[in-house]
């Protein structure tokens, strides 16, 4: 069941049956026109007309009573807001990712990301809250210019998803929610529409699966 699907989601989670995944972790374009030291961009990262569609075909897709966490761009933080309560997802909290090193520096030194928990119907409560204020690790950015790390979301799926439950992330990237995923023990969905970024996360896939296998 586990893969990582080259192409653009909007084409590919139509093809989904609803209410087939048990948990939604992405990390989609910000809206800012990125451009790391080396060039390098992220496809969809101009204009946000995406943004609608894509969160409601998540919302179609995601299990009744269920979360989904999304990062988001502060500055178009607007146009998430409204694609977000237009598919039909509640906020419910609010996760910042301390860091040690600041990503930039401009009217302030900028040393955290951020993401929302959404909900669609009434999830249970969880059994052990996570602190919304949690700890992140540098991962110098080698496969991806946004690149986050695995082992900052193992928590997130560990806290909002069952076990052997279905992780969907349709701005997949350099794969790092689909390996925190497998981490966890928990099936993956992931899709990328960049070929290049695509074939980094299947390398890194295969990669964490030879590691186990020689452990």
């Known amino acids: 069941m586990s893969r990582i699907v080259l192409?653009?989601?909007?084409?590919?989670?139509?093809?989904?049956?609803?209410?087939?995944?048990?948990?939604?972790?992405?990390?989609?374009?910000?809206?800012?026109?990125?451009?790391?030291?080396?060039g390098r961009s992220i496809a969809g990262d101009v204009a946000g007309d995406w943004l609608g569609p894509a969160f409601a075909q998540m919302h179609r897709v995601?299990?009744?009573?269920?979360?989904?966490?999304?990062?988001?761009?502060?500055?178009?933080?607007?146009?998430?807001?409204?694609?977000?309560?237009?598919?039909?997802?509640?906020?419910?909290?609010?996760?910042?990712?301390?860091?040690?090193?600041s990503s930039s520096s401009r009217f302030?030194?900028?040393?955290?990301?951020?993401?929302y928990l959404l909900a669609k119907g009434r999830p249970a409560m969880p059994a052990a809250?996570?602190?919304?204020?949690?700890?992140?690790?540098?991962t110098g950015n080698r496969y991806h210019p946004t690149q986050?790390?695995?082992?900052?979301l193992r928590p997130l799926v560990e806290s909002f998803s069952p076990a052997r439950?279905?992780?969907?992330?349709?701005f997949a990237g350099s794969g790092s929610t689909c390996v925190a995923a497998r981490e966890a023990g928990r099936r993956y969905l992931g899709i990328e529409l960049d070929p290049e970024y695509?074939?980094?996360?299947?390398?890194?896939?295969?990669?964490?699966?030879?590691?186990?296998m020689a452990a």
């Open 7 to 38: 192409g653009n989601c909007l084409e590919v989670m139509p093809t989904f049956p609803a209410a087939s995944v048990d948990f939604i972790l992405t990390d989609p374009p910000y809206l800012v026109n990125y451009k790391d030291r080396t």
């Open 62 to 101: 995601l299990r009744e009573d269920a979360f989904c966490v999304s990062f988001y761009g502060w500055q178009a933080v607007d146009q998430f807001m409204a694609a977000w309560r237009a598919a039909g997802f509640r906020i419910v909290g609010h996760l910042v990712f301390a860091k040690s090193y």
């Open 108 to 115: 302030l030194k900028y040393q955290h990301e951020s993401a």
């Open 129 to 138: 809250p996570l602190s919304d204020v949690l700890t992140w690790k540098y």
């Open 148 to 152: 986050k790390p695995a082992e900052c």
């Open 165 to 170: 439950g279905i992780v969907l992330d349709p």
């Open 198 to 212: 695509h074939a980094a996360a299947a390398a890194r896939l295969a990669q964490t699966i030879d590691l186990r």
